[in-house]
């Protein structure tokens, strides 16, 4: 195996949660009477915490921050999770990677609750040694915390691990941490996006991932 461990990103990566995200961020700002907003800001956003999105999307401040996070992950966590679902062959390939002694790992800026929620309805949760969300790491995507915990966590060297993401700022984590990074098109941001981010590998489907671990 080339790679002992992927660190996975959820949103757009193992999961397609675009509309999810989309439709708890109209319900936020109706709550909250925001009526100037652009949904093309927020797909670009998505990947990253929610208090930069609500900063940059919303331009809210620090006082109604907190507000807005909790409206969004209770109506996010009740109504909408239920409607996302795993992109094609995700689940197939989990499975084969973890009985292949693949050590799996999400880094997602996704709260961990929803994340441990979703990985349990999928039934891919028990797959995972560890789900790092939002509140695993000080600072946030592209920041490289999250992986430089889980590379420490298991003792593995940079050249042992794969970030494997949807965006920009997944591959750019991963290149703060000296990992190599692999970006896939099916996401949130184009291919061409992820070339010129200088993403060590880019894959159209999941299942590439296959013959790149096993390189």
């Known amino acids: 195996m080339k790679y002992k461990t992927l660190i996975l990103d959820f949103d757009g990566t193992l999961a397609d949660t675009r509309e999810s995200i989309i439709q708890t961020?109209?319900?936020?700002?109706?709550?909250?009477?925001?009526?100037?907003?652009?949904?093309a800001l927020i797909k670009s956003l998505i990947?990253?915490?929610?208090?930069?999105?609500?900063?940059?999307?919303?331009?809210?401040?620090?006082?109604?921050?907190p507000e807005a996070t909790l409206i969004y992950r209770q109506h996010y966590n009740e109504i909408v999770i239920?409607?996302?679902?795993?992109?094609?062959?995700?689940?197939?390939?989990?499975?084969d990677l973890h009985q292949k002694g693949v050590n799996l790992t999400v880094a997602s800026s996704k709260g961990k609750a929803s994340?441990?929620?979703?990985?349990?309805?999928?039934?891919?949760?028990?797959?995972?040694?560890?789900?790092?969300?939002?509140?695993?790491?000080?600072?946030?995507k592209p920041a490289p915390d999250i992986v430089n915990l889980i590379m420490d966590m298991y003792e593995y060297q940079p050249s042992e691990c794969l970030v494997v993401g949807d965006t920009t700022f997944?591959?750019?984590?991963?290149?703060?941490?000296?990992?190599?990074?692999?970006?896939?098109?099916?996401?949130?941001n184009t291919k061409a996006t992820l070339?010129?981010?200088?993403?060590?590998?880019?894959?159209?489907?999941?299942?590439?991932?296959?013959?790149?671990?096993?390189?």
């Open 25 to 39: 961020m109209r319900f936020v700002a109706e709550t909250l009477s925001i009526k100037d907003f652009d949904e």
């Open 47 to 65: 990947g990253l915490p929610l208090k930069t999105t609500f900063e940059r999307a919303f331009a809210l401040d620090e006082k109604t921050i």
């Open 82 to 95: 239920n409607s996302i679902s795993l992109f094609p062959s995700v689940k197939e390939t989990l499975f």
């Open 115 to 140: 994340l441990i929620k979703i990985l349990q309805k999928q039934n891919v949760y028990h797959l995972f040694s560890f789900v790092g969300g939002e509140e695993d790491a000080k600072n946030k």
């Open 170 to 188: 997944d591959i750019e984590m991963g290149q703060r941490a000296y990992v190599d990074t692999c970006g896939v098109t099916y996401g949130n």
């Open 195 to 215: 070339e010129k981010q200088k993403a060590n590998y880019i894959i159209d489907n999941f299942q590439d991932l296959q013959g790149i671990v096993s390189q």
